[in-house]
């Protein structure tokens, strides 16, 4: 996910001013593919933020250093922003979230479908415009062929295939998806139960954790559906809600298909201001209080808290199966 930051073009909004990473073999890599000069790379959290100061930072790194990070960083007064999920586990978040608050500093999750405009969109005619009636049910398909196949280097493999370090593999990598953009729709109501059931479809290629889960969230008048997996035939980030009278069916970034009142329509989405579209810039927008971020909306740490909680009894449902 790094290179969404290293190869983003240079509007002047953002300035990167340290990369830590002490694999320097990996760093070079980077410096050649994206043109940052290696002076600016630091072997330690503790060394860039001496001699770089500053305002916040974003967290690349596995999934259970997320928690070192907030632990050093939020008594310094800096902003983090980690990339999905919020943890490892949900120990590890309440942790988090909790030196956030007593240092008061801000912690956001970031996910990918957070700046589709199809998700935006798709929330504002389900609750803004109300076109679909009440939500009924919602299905998430989320994956790819899986990270070897897709190509992902050997260092990123090393621990998203670690039970250890990302707490799990398809659940943990896709599950989240799903579960956030639930919370959102669902204003930040929790599910009341929670099945899940995972497979191990390549034993051969993924020995340490499961490449397929799929788990049933049932609400007091609503079920959530999510379907995630490393072996799909082609990268999916889909979601259809269904309401009492009608439907809305997101099939990527852009694309969707509306049904109100019985009468189906295609979208095609408008780019929409960077500021919406762009993590980082709406990072930095939050960080100096341009704007405010929602109590449930994807990226703040009361969505990201309940989406904790329901991967960690979507673990011990399959764990006690």
Not at 155 to 178: K, Q
């Amino acid at each position: 996910h790094v290179h969404w930051i290293l190869g983003r073009e240079k509007y002047g909004d953002i300035e990167i001013v340290g990369i830590v990473e002490p694999n320097r073999d990996l760093a070079t890599r980077y410096s050649e593919q994206h043109g940052y000069d290696m002076s600016i790379v630091y072997n330690t959290l503790e060394e860039m933020i001496a001699a770089t100061k500053p305002e916040a930072v974003t967290c690349f790194n596995t999934t259970y250093d997320h928690l070192s990070v907030v632990h050093y960083c939020a008594p310094r007064g800096i902003h983090v922003m980690v990339e999905k999920p919020l943890a490892v586990s949900l120990d590890h978040a309440e942790q988090m979230v909790a030196l956030a608050k007593r240092h008061n500093i801000h912690l956001l999750t970031n996910y990918e479908t957070s700046w589709y405009p199809s998700t935006a969109e798709a929330y504002r005619v389900v609750h803004e415009e109300r076109a679909i009636g009440d939500i009924r049910k919602i299905i998430f398909y989320t994956g790819h062929p899986g990270p070897k196949e897709i190509g992902c280097n050997q260092e990123f493999l090393d621990w998203l295939t670690d039970p250890v370090l990302n707490g799990g593999g398809a659940l943990m990598d896709f599950g989240c998806y799903g579960v956030n953009l639930a919370t959102w729709l669902m204003k930040g109501e929790e599910p009341i139960s929670i099945l899940c059931d995972t497979q191990h479809m390549k034993p051969d290629i993924y020995p340490k954790v499961e490449d397929d889960a799929t788990m049933i969230l049932n609400y007091a008048k609503a079920q959530v559906v999510i379907m995630a997996s490393w072996n799909w035939s082609h990268n999916r980030k889909e979601m259809e809600i269904y309401g009492t009278h009608g439907y809305v069916l997101c099939r990527n970034g852009t694309d969707m298909v509306v049904m109100r009142d019985e009468k189906e329509g295609s979208l095609a989405m408008k780019a929409e201001p960077r500021a919406f579209i762009d993590p980082f810039l709406y990072f930095s927008k939050i960080v100096r209080a341009d704007t405010t971020i929602e109590r449930w909306s994807p990226s703040s740490m009361e969505n990201n808290l309940v989406v904790m909680r329901v991967l960690e009894r979507a673990k011990r449902s399959f764990d006690n199966k």
